[in-house]
C-alpha cells in the first residue's frame, strides 16, 4: 500500500533514480564479519546483539543499499523496499548479476508496511525526512523491530541544508516543482553573491540526479540532534549510539565531540550525558557538525543500554585480532553492468588506516588497554570509529577471557 505522498516520492525517484548504480559491489566471505562489527559499533564485545542469520529491513532502499545490505550479510535474509519502481528494478538487475539470494525486494511504501517485531537490523537512511510526516514512517520502523532489535537511521542534519530547503520551496512558489531544466536556469540567474548562490554555483553542473535529487526534491524535512530525540521518543525509541557512515568518515566529520582550547571546559563537556553532549556539538559544530546518523534502540529492549564512555572502556578490555576476511568484488562497467575481478581481496586495507601502530602491534593475546594504554580525552573514541566500525573494519574485538 501506498500513500499519495508516497507515489509522488516514487515517481520522483524513478524519474532520478539516486543514488546510481555504486561503482564497486563486494560480498564478504565472512558471514560473521559485519554483525561483528555492528554489535561492536553498539558496545557489544561480546558479539550477540546480531547474529549473522539476523532478519534485516532496508526501507527506502533505492538502487544499492540493499544489495549492499545482503552482500555484506550473506547469512542474513535481506528484505528491500522502496516506492520507486525504476530503484527497484536497477537493484534487482544487479543482484541478478552477482547472485545475491538472500535478498528480497518488495514495492511497498513505509506508511502501510505491515511488519509486527520481524526484524533484528532495519537500515533507514535518507528516506524519512523526504516525507510530511516522518514520525509517522519512524512509528511503523519502531513496530518492524524486535525488542532487541537495531534500528541505523540517518536524517538530515538541519545545519547542513538552509541554502538547500531554502531553494527547493523558491522552486515549489514559483511553480517550477521538478523540472530540472528551469531550476538550473532559475539557479545560474540569480544575481546575487550570497551562501545560497555561492552553493548553488558550486554544484550546477553536477549529474542530472545528484543535482535533482539535492536541489529538487519534492519534500524535505530537517533535524538536529534535539528534534530528533524527541522524534525518536514520539515512537518509543532512544537514540543508543552514533553511527560512523562510510560517508562521514571519509569527510573526516564523523564526531560529535566538540573540541576546545580550555581544559577545564572539555572536562565539563565530557562530563555531560550523551545526548546533551551530541546536541552541543550540533549546535557548536554547526555545519560541521555530522549527518544525524544514529543506531536507534526500543524504549522498552531488556538489554543494558551502555553511554559513550562504556563503550570506551568495553573496547579497551577487548582483546582485538586483525580482519583478515576476504571479499568478491565487482567493479560496474560503462555498460551499466557489474563484472567480477579476479580472485577475492582483503576486506581491511591497513595502508590507509589512521592508527597503524597499533594495528601492527595486535597480536590476538594482548588487550586494547595493554597496547596501548589509556588514551586520554576522545581518542579512544577516534580508535573504535577509525577501526572497529563498519566504516573502519580492521579489528575485531572481543571480551577477554
Ligand atoms: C535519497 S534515496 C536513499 C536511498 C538509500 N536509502 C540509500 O541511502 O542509498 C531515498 C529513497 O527513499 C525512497 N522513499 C522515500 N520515502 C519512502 C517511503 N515512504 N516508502 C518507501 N520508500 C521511500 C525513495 O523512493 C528513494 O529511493
Not at 232 to 250: F, H, I, M, Q
Not at 287 to 301: E, H, I, K, T
Not at 334 to 359: C, H, I, K, N, W
Request: aromatic share 8%; hydrophobic share 40%.
Amino acid at each position: 500500500m501506498t500513500t499519495h505522498h508516497e507515489r509522488m516520492i516514487g515517481d520522483f525517484y524513478s524519474e532520478f533514480p539516486y543514488p546510481w548504480h555504486v561503482a564497486r559491489l563486494a560480498r564478504c566471505g565472512d558471514p560473521a564479519l559485519y554483525p561483528a562489527l555492528v554489535s561492536q559499533e553498539v558496545g557489544d564485545y561480546g558479539h550477540r546483539r546480531l547474529p549473522p542469520d539476523c532478519r534485516i529491513w532496508v526501507p527506502g532502499c533505492g538502487v544499492n543499499q540493499a544489495l549492499m545490505t545482503a552482500l555484506r550479510f550473506p547469512a542474513a535474509h535481506v528484505v528491500g523496499s522502496d516506492v520507486s519502481e525504476e530503484s527497484l528494478r536497477m537493484c534487482a538487475a544487479a543482484a541478478e548479476q552477482v547472485g545475491a539470494g538472500n535478498l528480497e525486494l518488495r514495492e511497498e511504501g513505509i506508511e502501510g508496511s505491515p511488519y509486527r517485531e520481524e526484524f533484528d537490523y532495519i537500515v533507514c537512511t535518507g528516506v524519512i525526512h523526504h516525507n510530511p510526516d516522518p514520525g509517522a514512517l519512524l512509528a511503523r520502523l519502531a513496530a518492524a523491530l524486535r525488542p532487541e532489535g537495531l534500528l541505523e537511521l540517518m536524517v538530515y542534519n538541519t545545519f547542513h541544508r538552509r541554502e538547500i530547503t531554502a531553494f527547493q520551496e523558491a522552486l515549489r512558489l514559483i511553480g517550477h516543482g521538478q523540472d530540472v531544466w528551469s531550476a538550473r536556469r532559475l539557479a545560474g540567474s540569480i544575481d546575487s553573491d550570497n551562501q545560497l548562490t555561492a552553493r548553488l554555483r558550486a554544484e550546477l553542473h553536477e549529474p542530472e540526479i545528484a543535482f535533482a535529487d539535492t536541489w529538487l526534491n519534492p519534500c524535505e524535512r530537517t533535524f538536529t540532534v534535539g528534534g530528533l530525540h524527541d522524534l525518536c521518543a514520539a515512537a518509543g525509541l532512544v537514540l543508543e549510539a552514533p553511527c560512523v557512515s562510510e560517508l562521514a568518515k571519509a569527510s573526516g566529520a564523523y564526531s560529535w565531540e566538540l573540541p576546545v582550547r580550555d581544559e577545564r571546559l572539555g572536562g565539563r563537556l565530557r562530563a555531560l550525558p550523551d545526548l546533551v553532549r551530541w546536541q552541543v556539538g550540533n549546535l557548536l559544530l554547526f555545519d560541521r557538525s555530522p549527518l544525524l546518523w544514529f543506531y536507534l534502540r526500543r524504549r522498552d529492549n531488556p538489554l543494558p543500554l551502555a553511554g559513550e564512555d562504556e563503550r570506551d572502556e568495553a573496547f579497551l578490555d577487548a582483546v582485538p585480532t586483525r580482519v583478515r576476511a576476504t571479499e568478491r568484488v565487482w567493479l560496474l562497467e560503462e555498460s551499466g553492468g557489474y563484472r567480477p575481478m579476479d580472485g577475492e581481496r582483503p576486506v581491511s586495507e591497513p595502508a590507509a588506516t589512521a592508527f597503524p601502530q597499533l594495528l601492527a602491534d595486535v597480536d590476538g593475546r594482548r588487550t586494547v588497554r595493554d597496547l596501548c594504554g589509556a588514551p586520554g580525552g576522545t581518542m579512544v573514541r577516534r580508535m573504535r570509529a577509525e577501526l572497529a566500525t563498519p566504516a573502519g573494519p580492521h579489528l575485531v574485538a572481543r571480551v577477554a577471557g
